[in-house]
């Protein structure tokens, strides 16, 4: 089952963790390759994974490429709307655009971030 990654984390963080990985490698350690997907805010994440476009993402979950009519049916959501958060998760690298719409090469999202009080 392939799975995709959401993490809550700064770019410093995402760097330390490549530097990290590489080093490993360059080791001779095994390093388990994995898709991952940052953001650097709660905000951030949720503008991009607002419910309706995760119920789309979800949809797609392991149907290969689909065009945006078949989403809207799947989501019985208006076609316009739905090709433009569409466009949106493309942009932002959760779905791939492919030659005949539009694809969620996954089949399940893990989220995995920390939510502390504000100081």
């Known amino acids: 089952m392939e799975t995709l990654t959401v993490?809550?984390?700064s770019m410093k963080d995402v760097i330390a963790s490549a530097v990290?990985?590489?080093?490993?490698?360059?080791?001779?350690?095994?390093v388990?390759?994995?898709?991952?997907?940052?953001f650097d805010s709660w905000e951030?994440?949720?503008r991009t994974l607002a419910p309706k476009r995760t119920?789309?993402?979800?949809?797609?979950?392991?149907r290969g490429s689909l065009?945006?009519?078949e989403v809207a049916k799947l989501v019985t959501r208006?076609?316009?709307n739905v090709h433009g958060d569409l466009d949106?998760?493309?942009?932002?690298?959760?779905i791939d655009k492919t030659e005949n719409g539009f694809a969620f090469p996954y089949d399940r999202i893990h989220f995995e971030f920390d939510m502390e009080a504000a100081a």
């Open 7 to 9: 993490k809550i984390e």
């Open 55 to 62: 119920e789309i993402v979800m949809a797609m979950a392991g």
């Open 78 to 80: 208006d076609i316009k």
């Open 88 to 94: 949106m998760l493309a942009k932002s690298g959760v």
């Open 20 to 30: 990290d990985a590489a080093k490993r490698a360059e080791a001779g350690e095994a």
């Open 67 to 69: 065009t945006v009519r």
């Open 44 to 46: 951030a994440m949720h």
């Open 32 to 38: 388990e390759a994995r898709s991952i997907l940052s």
